[in-house]
Nanobody, 123 residues
Framework: VQLQASGGGLVQAGGSLGLSCAAS????????MGWFRQAPGKEREFVAAITWSGGTTYYADSVQGRFTISRDNTKNTMYLRLNNLKAEDTAVYYC?????????????????WGQGTQVTVSS
């Protein structure tokens, strides 16, 4: 499975962005998916995850209530809506896919990764 993340950019604090992750294969619809981010000098951290059906979502405490993860299996695409952005949200955002229907909040629990898209929030 190949994943292509897009939608990053530069935004002011309090603003919004929408990220997309397009998958290359139809097996996308049977895989749980997640978003992670990595800031300079820091480890990759969990942001959000979604089950194969989209029926259940999980969020890191730091983004709960501000970010929304979703997916459209008919388009082989996952999304992340980032609202009320803060300077500390600045990072490279990665999408990931894992075999099976259950999610993981750990990076090593994912089998496929996109190339990352930069999100920069100016204060």
């Amino acid at each position: 499975v190949q994943l292509q993340a897009s939608g990053g950019g530069l935004v002011q604090a309090g603003g919004s962005l929408g990220l997309s992750c397009a998958a290359s294969e139809r097996t996308f619809s049977s895989n749980a998916m997640g978003w992670f981010r990595q800031a300079p000098g820091k480890e990759r951290e969990f942001v959000a995850a979604i089950t194969w059906s989209g029926g259940t979502t999980y969020y890191a405490d730091s983004v709960q209530g501000r970010f929304t993860i979703s997916r459209d299996n008919t388009k082989n695409t996952m999304y992340l809506r980032l609202n009320n952005l803060k300077a500390e949200d600045t990072a490279v955002y990665y999408c990931a896919s894992r075999h099976g229907t259950s999610v993981s909040t750990r990076a090593h629990g994912y089998d496929y990764w996109g190339q990352g898209t930069q999100v920069t929030v100016s204060s």
